[in-house]
């Protein structure tokens, strides 16, 4: 079933009407704007505005006010998976939807919880919609999404591989070797240890180089065959063109809270 919601702008804002048509049962220009003074159930009253008020007034029905960039009968919030409990968490509260003046960026479109809406963003400082926590089941769904750079995935470790014999994994003491150094003189480096990816010191075992670089190296057909396993378990994979910043990533989107 569709969700029907109305826009009911806040006393004082500034609207313009949704049609050509709306506009032709008032004196004025085509897209003239108004300051809204008064709503009475489904009529608002407003006041013709040309620089300052005029002191003309008209009535219009609700449904011919034109909704504010970003409003939406329904909203899809998009959180990174650590975020996802704190999104739902704030269902209870009530949400405000608030929109960026510049339209052009990634984010245009943020949400609060509606007791700390007082306190925006500077970056978001148009409040757009507020939705009560009764309704927000209705209105808001949520969506965790997964990203991964995926520059320096391997399709598996080099099996000829000396240092790690194939399993992607080395320990430190085939460093301790190749220097001809103590184990100890090895662990004390800070700076190497800071350095070795997936270290574990329970275990001294950490990533081996022979699997970095991989992805960006693979051969096309094993390249797809690794796009289409990831595809399977709901992946999207993308390369993303930044030049000499240019980045393999995978993206994962799963819903969690869908509309009610």
């Not at 006010?65 to 909203?75: D, H, L, S, T």
């Not at 052009?104 to 919609?129: K, V």
């Not at 396993?229 to 930044?242: L, S």
């Amino acid at each position: 079933m569709t969700l029907s919601r109305q826009y009911v702008p806040a006393i004082g804002k500034r609207v313009t009407l949704r049609n050509f048509a709306d506009y032709n049962t008032l004196p004025v220009s085509v897209w003239a704007w108004f300051t809204v003074r008064a709503i009475d159930g489904e009529n608002v009253t407003v006041e013709h505005y040309n620089a300052r008020d005029t002191g003309e007034f008209y009535t219009v029905p609700l449904s011919a006010i034109a909704p504010p960039v970003g409003w939406k009968q329904r909203y899809t919030i998009h959180a990174q998976p650590d975020k996802v409990d704190t999104v739902l968490g704030w269902f209870s509260r009530g949400i405000a939807v608030r929109q960026s003046h510049d339209l052009s960026g990634s984010m245009p479109t943020a949400f609060q919880p509606l007791d700390n809406s007082n306190s925006p963003h500077w970056q978001f400082p148009e409040l757009t919609d507020y939705v009560p926590a009764d309704e927000c089941g209705k209105v808001f769904r949520v969506v965790k999404i997964e990203r991964e750079d995926v520059y320096n995935v391997y399709l598996v470790p080099d099996s000829a591989c000396k240092f790690c014999n194939g399993t992607g994994k080395r320990h430190v003491q085939t460093i301790a070797d190749v220097r001809k150094v103590a184990l100890a003189d090895v662990l004390s480096d800070s700076e190497l240890i800071a350095r070795l990816e997936g270290y574990d010191a329970i275990t001294g075992l950490f990533t081996c180089h022979c699997i970095r670089g991989g992805f960006r190296t693979l051969g096309r057909s094993k390249r797809a065959k690794l796009i289409k396993e990831w595809a399977a378990q709901g992946w999207d994979t993308h390369y993303c063109n930044y030049g000499e910043h240019s980045f393999w990533e995978r993206t994962r989107e799963t819903v969690v809270k869908d509309w009610e």
